[in-house]
């Protein structure tokens, strides 16, 4: 298996190569070169797999450059015994009705669907690192509005030859996203809080990735910057697993026989998860629809449906917050390949993108795309409601991303009839969310929850909700804030590269003793 660019001007690169580089020089996106195809027999013997050989075998076959040893060494890691997620499946599959099941996907170290694929990408990471000849340190940069960073940092602490620095906005965080990250362990990690907002943040990361000059000099001493986000084909990989296992869950607990077709229905922000469950059809999953549900931050529906992609509009702040992206930088893959590969197109639009923030698709473009995706929005309202209805009808605690994805379902199957076995991905535990969910229980009029009215200790309310409703909060945020503090560093927006170099060269010290 080789790898290309969206926009071609790449082709034939390894992918141990696409994941080092995670993005393609000419800002496109890696994609895979050759197609991968599960047959009916092969269907039937990955049935009966667990997780983690499973995720081996689908591997394999996108990561050809790895040996097997290799393979199991990185699927051991992640999803075998010692893994970090906190049952024997890390994706357990709940059943709530006749048709619909959900896919718990935040069973890890930060209760939130990032970590199936930040628990893995630092092994593939430090495999292809190896099999480089030039011995190479990486440092990997993020700037992080919450989620993303502290999940990279769980992900990447302790990682061979990769080192991990964090930025975040000081005052941007919530206070359990902010402890979160101010109590990671590791002895590779660096956590910085940026004066300013998420913006000044994200633009100071951009830069010190832009400065040709200080990439060269970090080259002499031997390292090289690198990113974890999830345009990174090595993030992508991972998530494709899970929807085979979702269905192989169905078919074991005789929901379906082997060969139905399933729906899916995924709370999409910046389309990499749902982009996965198109690249398991495409491998041969039998599904039916792909629903793609958003926020009020709806550009991606609205595309979908009219094949307008149209960025220009007001940024709203949600209680959906993963989900808040105007500019859907996974969407360029689906793109290229709806329009038959076309690059020049894709180079095209991505270019009408950048300058004008808007871009058109043709028709048969459209017509591939609404063939197997269907999508629409929820509002705040609709969001909070669903919330509250899935926890009075099934005793389902969902938290505000997964309630988006449940209310365009109930959308789906009022506007199509479709009644096809669906399965719902559930992005992140409601004890993550605790103030959206418990305002939502006590608006809906159910008794108890009142009391949570006006408490906004964000250590509190979780205990409180867990008490009400009987479901344990994760281990991970249980005990947050009894965790001992262990970075304090505040940096100014414009000193950024500064903290870079002086971490950098604490390492370099470190290593000669
Ligand atoms: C990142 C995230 C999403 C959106 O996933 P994409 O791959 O960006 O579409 C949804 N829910 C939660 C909780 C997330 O963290």
Same mark, same amino acid.
């Given at each position: 298996m080789t790898y290309k660019s969206t926009r071609g001007a790449v082709s034939g690169i390894s992918f141990s190569e696409a994941v080092l580089r995670g993005i393609a020089p000419d800002g496109g996106l890696f994609v895979p070169e050759q197609n991968v195809r599960f047959d009916s027999l092969e269907l039937a013997e990955m049935c009966e797999m667990d997780y983690k050989n499973l995720a081996a075998r689908i591997i394999a076959r996108y990561a050809t450059d790895f040996t097997d040893a290799e393979i199991s060494c990185c699927v051991e890691k992640a999803?075998?015994?010692?893994?970090?997620?906190?049952?024997?499946?890390?994706a357990p599959v709940v059943h709530l009705n006749g048709t619909l099941s959900m896919l718990e996907l935040w069973h890890g170290p930060t209760a939130a669907f990032k970590d199936m694929a930040l628990q893995i990408l630092p092994a593939f990471m430090s495999t292809a690192l190896k099999k480089r000849r030039e011995k190479e340190r990486i440092a990997i940069l993020t700037a992080t509005s919450g989620d993303t960073g502290k999940a990279a940092l769980e992900g990447f602490r302790d990682a061979d030859g990769i080192d991990i620095i964090v930025f975040y906005p000081e005052h941007g965080v919530s206070r359990t996203q902010k402890q979160q990250m101010v109590t990671q362990e590791g002895g590779n990690v660096s956590v910085a809080a940026v004066r300013g907002n998420f913006d000044d943040a994200q633009t100071g990361v951009k830069r010190i990735f832009a400065d040709a000059e200080f990439a060269a000099a970090l080259e002499k001493s031997g390292w090289r910057l690198s990113s974890a986000n999830s345009i990174n084909f090595g993030r992508l990989l991972p998530q494709i697993i899970y929807y085979f296992h979702a269905y192989f869950s169905l078919v074991r607990a005789d929901r379906i026989s082997m060969g139905a077709k399933v729906n899916f229905v995924v709370p999409t922000g910046n389309f990499g998860d749902i982009l996965a469950a198109y690249y398991a059809f495409k491998s041969?999953?039998?599904?039916?629809r792909l629903i793609c549900a958003a926020n009020s931050n709806n550009v991606v529906s609205d595309f979908i449906r009219t094949g307008f992609y149209d960025a220009n509009r007001e940024f709203t702040v949600t209680?959906?917050?993963?989900? !808040?992206?105007?500019?859907?930088?996974?969407?360029e893959r689906l793109i290229y390949d709806m329009s038959g590969e076309d690059e020049k197109a894709t180079a095209r639009r991505m270019m009408e993108l950048s300058k004008q923030g808007c871009y058109n698709v043709d028709r048969g473009t459209l017509a591939a795309i609404t063939s197997v995706f269907w999508s629409d929005f929820a509002t705040e309202e609709e969001t909070k409601e669903t919330i509250a209805e899935i926890y009075r009808e099934y005793g389902y605690l969902a938290d505000p991303h997964t309630a988006v994805g449940i209310n365009v379902y109930d959308k789906y199957v009022i506007s199509t009839g479709d009644i096809t076995p669906t399965v719902a991905v559930s992005t992140a535990s409601p004890f993550k969310f605790t103030g959206c969910v418990a305002e939502a229980l006590a608006a809906s009029g159910?008794?108890?929850?009142?009391?949570?009215?006006?408490? !906004?200790d964000e250590f509190r309310l979780p205990r409180l909700l867990s008490s009400l409703t009987g479901k344990s909060v994760p281990e991970p945020l249980a005990d947050l804030d009894r965790r001992p503090v262990l970075h304090t560093g505040v940096c100014g927006a414009d000193r950024m590269k500064d903290w870079v170099t002086e971490y950098i060269e604490n390492r370099k010290d470190n290593d000669h003793v």
């Open positions: 999803y075998g015994t010692g893994s970090r997620f906190d049952g024997v499946d890390p041969g999953l039998p599904v039916g209680v959906s917050p993963a989900m !808040d992206i105007l500019i859907s930088s996974n969407l159910i008794p108890e929850f009142r009391q949570t009215t006006g408490i !906004d």
